[in-house]
């Protein structure tokens, strides 16, 4: 017999969302015009080698 296990996940929340762009300050600039905001924060995070924008939304970033 086959028996059809269910899980089901609860979400309690998202800690953050990332997504990698070629070009950081064109992405900016239409996620400001898309959001109607500016980036909370924008820094280098040199043990990455990346630069990062980060946007508050709803209490995550």
């Known amino acids: 017999m086959n ?4 899980w ?3 979400i309690r929340g998202i800690d953050h969302i990332a997504i990698a ?3 950081l ?4 600039n239409t ?3 898309l959001l109607s ?3 909370s924060i924008i820094e280098e995070v040199s043990e990455e ?13």
């Open 8 to 10: 089901y996940v609860v």
């Open 31 to 33: 996620f400001n015009k």
């Open 25 to 28: 300050d064109k992405a900016v």
């Open 3 to 6: 028996y059809l296990r269910r």
């Open 21 to 23: 762009v070629k070009d």
């Open 49 to 61: 080698g990346v630069k990062v924008a980060m946007y508050t939304l709803g209490g995550i970033r």
């Open 37 to 39: 905001m500016k980036p």
